[in-house]
Antibody
């Protein structure tokens, strides 16, 4: 059973950098079958895909965040990281990491972490 | 970006009711459509992938259909544990996008 666990500060000051880590257990982060994704959910709102990373380090970002976001992977630690620069109150959200997997079918987010609430406030 | 819409945005139903939720894409996405259930304070849970395929462990009262731009999630007989929000998501192109959600609550 694949498990994903997000960790990081729950409070970030405006203009600073949000940094989160997702630790993946019971699964191969190094597999070519998966992308490792970050998705966020503003309070009481819907879901927004932030971006994802492949085991090789290739990344894809949501254009709405492209200039501020960096996603990286450390296969030796089974971890995926998210950095979001120059945050504002609009970045307050629950941040989820999730596995994006397709195999023989169109891909879906089949495993999710529990999520971590990040509040941007001074 | 591909825009996803859902209807209704909310509905009230009783245990045992048949419930249908519709999702529409702004352009054809073939069968690159997934459905998720989310309960308050919890992460979304994959129900249906590839428009109609039931994720392992999901009860058979859930089903999905559709192709192209129009899709449907059906719960054949609503159970108490099904009161939740439901989201569709397209994985046809990047950025992947979600519908705004449908909240199913108790009548």
């Amino acid at each position: 059973q694949v498990q994903l666990q997000e960790s990081g500060p729950g409070l970030v000051k405006p203009s600073q950098t949000l940094s989160l880590t997702c630790t993946v257990s019971s699964g191969s982060i190094n597999s070519a079958d998966f992308y490792w994704s970050w998705i966020r959910q503003h309070p009481g709102k819907g879901l927004e895909w932030v971006g994802h990373v492949f085991h090789s380090g290739s990344t894809y970002y949501n254009p709405s965040l492209n200039s501020r976001v960096t996603i990286s992977i450390d296969t030796s630690k089974n971890q995926v990281s998210l950095r979001l620069n120059s945050v504002t109150a609009a970045d307050t959200a629950v941040y989820y990491c999730a596995r994006f997997y397709g195999g023989n079918y169109p891909p879906s987010f089949d495993y999710w972490g529990q999520g971590v609430l990040v509040t941007v406030s001074s | 970006d591909i825009q996803m819409t859902q209807s209704p945005s909310s509905l009230s139903a009783s245990v045992g009711d048949r419930v249908t939720i519709t999702c529409r894409a702004s352009q054809s996405i073939s069968n690159y459509l997934n459905w998720y259930q989310q309960k308050p304070g919890k992460a979304p849970n994959l129900l249906i992938y590839a428009a109609s395929r039931l994720q392992r462990g999901v009860p058979s009262r859930f089903s999905g259909s559709g192709s192209g731009t129009d899709f449907t999630l059906t719960i054949s007989s609503l159970q108490p544990e099904d009161f939740a929000s439901y989201y569709c998501q397209q994985s046809y192109s990047t950025p992947s996008t979600f519908g705004p959600g449908t909240k199913v609550d108790i009548k």
